[in-house]
């Protein structure tokens, strides 16, 4: 079974500071791992993706994800915050080429302070 | 951005009514799925289907149906709406191929009264 574990429902950090989402996966074979951001009443909008290609995954926005085999992570973050980053951070996780269907952390939401 | 469509995107009925919720897409993709969100919380996969009159349910147990009669055409229906049924339900479709990700409609937010 896959599973996927978000640190942190809420993260807060002021405009122009560093974000960082944690995301933890379980996976018995080498996944595709996706981030995906969802604005007020809109749906999921992909931010970056990793498939099995370069571990560093540079995506929309100014974020970037880097995959760690050893530490079952996949972390998004981005160096300076901008207000326009607010909004909910879905990390999901798809078991290989076979699979079409994807498991999805809780979610964090992130919260920029002016 | 993606060309799939969701409608309506809010809607409030009373209890024992029959619902569509309608999907569409213009990208010609063969998969599409329905989730469930409810705030603070996973999406969670209801329905989903790979091609033309293939659907099968997902890890969420859930008392809608679907059909696919067309490829971009995969509406969910509720035979008699119940207050637990009241949540956001979101569409996705992709194409053929593990690495691709899913793209998502605005999704439907239903209240059940």
Redesign the interface.
């Known amino acids: 079974a896959q599973s996927v574990t978000q640190l942190g429902s809420h993260v807060s950090v002021s405009e122009g500071a560093l974000v960082l989402l944690r995301c933890n996966y379980s996976s018995s074979v080498p996944p595709y791992l996706f981030w995906y951001v969802q604005y007020p009443n809109q749906g999921l909008q992909l931010l970056l993706k990793y498939t099995s290609a370069a571990t560093l995954v540079k995506g929309i926005n100014g974020f970037e994800a880097e995959f760690k085999k050893s530490e079952t992570s996949f972390h998004l973050t981005k160096p300076s915050a901008h207000m326009s980053d607010a909004a909910e951070y879905f990390c999901a996780v798809r078991l290989g080429a076979g699979s079409y269907q994807l498991t999805f952390g809780k979610g964090t939401k992130l919260s920029v302070i002016p | 951005e993606a060309d799939?469509y969701?409608t309506p995107?809010y809607l409030v009925i009373g209890t024992g009514k029959k619902i569509t919720l309608e999907c569409s897409q213009t990208m010609g993709h063969d998969?599409m799925?329905w989730y469930q969100q409810d705030p603070?919380?996973?999406?969670h996969?209801i329905h989903?289907s790979?091609g033309v009159n293939s659907t099968e349910k997902?890890?969420l147990s859930s008392e809608s149906t679907v059909s696919r009669i067309r490829t971009e055409h995969f509406p969910l229906t509720l035979e008699s709406a119940r207050p637990s049924h009241t949540s956001q339900y979101?569409c996705?479709s992709?194409r053929a191929?593990?690495?691709n990700?899913?793209?998502?409609?605005?999704?439907t937010?239903l209240t059940v009264l």
Not at chain 2, 40 to 43: A, F, K, Q, R
Not at chain 2, 101 to 107: A, L, R, V
């Open positions: 799939i969701q995107r998969k799925y603070g919380m996973e999406l996969l989903y790979y997902g890890d979101l996705a992709s191929g593990g690495d990700e899913q793209f998502f409609g605005p999704g937010r």
